[in-house]
């Protein structure tokens, strides 16, 4: 039976790839698309994990876990495996998925949809899952700790600055795609502002009101927020109170930063927590209403399989396919930060190692779904559409007329009168110039559930899926920020210890302000580029996510190799390989590239030679400085991560060598086998007959 | 298939999912908690009040949250 299920998978997977292959030269269908990564998807669960899990890693179903061990029905608690699966993918799912694919469809539909799905089923799913059953075995250890214990304390330093420096550009990056979905829009300005008051009320009501009824406060916020959408919408048509939320992107950007610096230091139970429940519900409620909408609805993707930006002139960002699309999507195909909360948080739920595959394999899979949902939202714009929204004034030009000539000359048809009609009917001025992805995305949601649901409403699911989005990247912001903030304490408690106590109020403060300050600073560079910033900055993230996600693959390689399953190391090592040769190549290209809409020292020497020169407009000359500043920063920095990331590898290297010649290597650090005695859980509490006893 | 039959299957589904979106929330966190609690017989068990200050603190004192 689970042979002919195998087949009948495998012959759908291939029928559709091959749909996808076949009709290169005229607009596909987004369901051949969904159809064949439900089948990746299937096939790669169903054998490869299942290999993975039984031979690679030895899954023990009879082995008890920490969960049952220290059960202490707070953060030990063993957990019924669909509702940790939810549980895990509501902390991996952040915005990440939706902003690389819409920005990596400027090579066409086919490259950014084929790593996905690979990246996925041989890289990312393995990497979470085989984090989340090493964490397990080992008491529900952090990836740092893992690091240390395993390769040494130069891994663990290593996995420490790597994810602090990834939050900081992370959330700079994100701020950003807030940043110009805002600009000059009062519906979502007013909109977006809306959401923190009503963050804090759903905070007071579960804090002072009616402690712990999560479900029904989230109701009232996810009812309220929506409420926000529609007001927004008053606003927009109110004369005065137009003006008032009409800003441009420096306040909006110090907005974002000040709101940061707030939330940073209020306590977490007003504006963190709460808004952290509204962004879960939205999140889940609308990647479940997106899919039902793109199988209703099986629009045409109109953007090409392949456009001739391969060749890296693209106007989104610079570099050619290889090795850039691999470096824009890493949240959906491999993501390292997932190594954080596979380890940590999730293992002390696994009531079974029986449930790794679906919870650590299972949940990275929907994950890549949503990527794949964002690059069929992206594509089946016009293409001409969606390169106006997502190119910055400073490569196409700031007028509109310019800008559709640039774009139209690209041979991508696209008109200011097109772009106006879309505009009005998304209840905007104008859509042109709005890099980051946000509005792209948001405006492809809105057509797809415009025509599903009712095409009459479609500015008011434009302006839903802005706020979506943004509820989503302030509550990553908020929870990133703090996250930093334990980080920088951890290493300057080493400096001076009062700095290191995390409830210290001059230790918050400082520490709190130092991280904001760090993402502000990069946040406000992205700002006054006239490129958009984007375009510097996403790179950038992806180069350091890949980094942490080889961090993680070498902890595992050094693990698997140590346990005696040397024979197996491939499963780990080479999505490691793949990720070094990428992140290397994008890293060098980044550094040393002469073309300045690549390399980023070319960029600071250009902009020097202008600025000298005394070609630049006043405005451009005044921000010269700073973005030559920051270019030659960002340049560091990358240089930077790829040292980093070689020495782990190397670290790593060492470890394994000194077992294979059998040298003495450091003691392995699972946890002692203890049998099982769980019964099997049900799904709700009412009825539980959890525990062992 | 009789009419109770389905009445009864939609009620089961709907129940499922409730419970199921209780759980992922922490909305029934505190009703685990106090089931755990009777078993293991250590003095009183926390205030729902406090059980939720306890665990949102502890949430958000590590990663629990990625991009």
């Given amino acids: 039976m689970n042979k002919i299920v195998g087949v009948l998978l495998a012959l759908g997977g291939a029928i559709a790839l091959g749909g996808i292959a076949l009709y290169r030269h005229e607009p596909i269908n987004a369901l051949w698309i969904v159809t064949a990564a439900v089948c990746v998807y299937a096939l790669g669960y169903r054998f490869y994990a299942a290999w993975v899990a039984a031979r690679v890693l030895s899954v023990d179903p009879s082995r008890a876990t920490p969960a049952e061990r220290y059960d202490n029905g707070r953060d030990f608690v063993p957990t019924h495996r669909w509702i940790a699966f939810g549980h895990h993918f509501a902390a991996i799912a952040g915005p990440g998925p939706l902003v690389g694919p819409t920005l990596a469809a400027q090579f066409g539909y086919l490259p950014g949809t084929l790593w996905i799905l690979v990246g996925a089923v041989l890289g990312g799913c393995v990497q979470d899952m085989t984090i989340l059953l090493l964490s397990t075995r080992r008491d529900g250890r952090s990836l740092g700790q893992m690091a240390r214990d395993e390769l040494g304390p130069f891994g663990g330093f290593a996995a420490l600055i790597g994810t602090l420096l990834i939050m900081i550009l992370l959330i700079a990056v994100l701020g950003l795609v807030v940043v110009n979905a805002m600009k000059h829009s009062p519906w979502s300005t007013a909109t977006i502002f809306a959401t923190v008051p009503v963050a804090m009320l759903v905070g007071v009501h579960l804090r002072r009101l009616r402690p712990g009824r999560i479900l029904e406060a989230s109701a009232l916020g996810v009812a309220l927020v929506l409420l926000a959408v529609l007001a927004g919408g008053w606003v927009d048509t109110h004369p005065q109170l137009r003006g008032v939320f009409d800003w441009s992107s420096l306040p909006l950007a110090g907005f974002v930063i000040g709101y940061g610096w707030i939330a940073a230091i209020l306590p977490v139970w007003l504006l963190l927590a709460p808004r952290d429940y509204l962004s879960t519900f939205l999140k889940l409620g609308t990647v479940a209403l997106l ?172 302006h839903f899926a802005i706020m979506f989005e943004a509820v989503f990247i302030l509550s990553t912001l908020d929870a990133g920020t703090r996250v930093g903030r334990f980080m920088l304490q951890d290493l300057l408690g080493h400096l001076y210890a009062p700095l290191g106590r995390t409830s210290w109020y001059p230790s918050v403060l400082f520490s709190s302000t130092l991280v904001v300050a760090g993402w502000g600073y990069f946040l406000y560079v992205g700002v006054i580029d006239p490129n958009g910033g984007v375009n510097i900055l996403w790179p950038l993230f992806g180069i ?126 699972e946890a002692p086998y203890q049998a099982a005695r769980l019964q099997p859980l049900a799904l709700s509490a009412g009825l539980s007959q959890e525990g062992g006893t | 298939m009789t009419v109770r039959n389905v009445r009864a299957a939609i009620g089961q589904t709907v129940a499922a999912t409730v419970g199921w979106l209780r759980a992922i929330s922490g909305d029934d966190a505190y009703e685990r908690y106090l089931i755990h609690h009777a078993r293991s017989h250590e003095g009183p068990p926390m205030s729902r009040r406090a059980f939720y200050e306890e665990r949102e603190k502890r949430k958000w004192s590590g990663v629990s949250r990625c991009c």
């Fill in chain 1, 544 to 669: 350091a996510n890949q980094m942490l996600a080889a961090i993680a693959l070498s902890v595992a390689t050094g693990i698997l190799v140590k346990s005696g399953k040397a024979r197996y190391a491939a499963v780990t090592l080479l999505p490691l390989a793949w990720l070094a040769i990428v992140t290397t190549a994008a890293a060098w290209q980044k550094i040393m590239s002469a073309d300045p809409r690549i390399g980023l020292l070319a960029a600071a020497r250009s902009l020097a030679t202008h600025l000298a020169a005394g070609t630049l407009p006043a405005q451009a000359a005044a921000a010269a400085p700073q973005l030559i500043f920051n270019q030659r920063l960002d340049a560091w920095l990358t240089g930077i991560f790829t040292a980093v990331l070689w020495l782990v590898i190397l670290d790593m290297g060492r470890v394994c060598a000194r077992k294979l010649r059998g040298l003495p290597v450091s003691a392995p650090s």
């Fill in chain 1, 291 to 462: 899919a039902v909408a793109i199988v209703l609805l099986h629009p045409q993707i109109k953007m090409p399989a392949l456009t001739s930006f391969v060749d890296g002139h693209g106007p989104l960002f610079g570099g050619k396919i290889f090795p850039f699309v691999f470096i824009t999507i890493a949240c959906g195909a491999v993501s390292g930060f997932h190594a954080l909360i596979a380890s940590g948080t999730t293992p002390k739920l696994i009531a079974s190692e029986a449930d790794v595959r679906l919870i650590g394999y299972g949940s990275m899979m929907l994950e890549s779904f949503v990527a794949i949902m964002a690059m069929i939202a992206a594509t089946l714009l016009d293409p001409g559409v969606f390169f106006a929204i997502n190119s910055g004034a400073g490569v196409v030009g700031s007028a509109p007329a310019a800008a559709v000539h640039t774009i139209s000359s690209w041979g991508f048809p696209v008109t200011v009168q097109q772009m106006q009609t879309l505009a009005h009917e998304m209840g905007e001025t104008t859509l042109f110039a709005r890099t980051g992805g946000a509005p792209s995305l948001a405006v492809g949601m809105a057509s797809i559930f415009g025509s599903t649901f009712g095409r009459g409403l479609l500015s008011v699911w434009y």
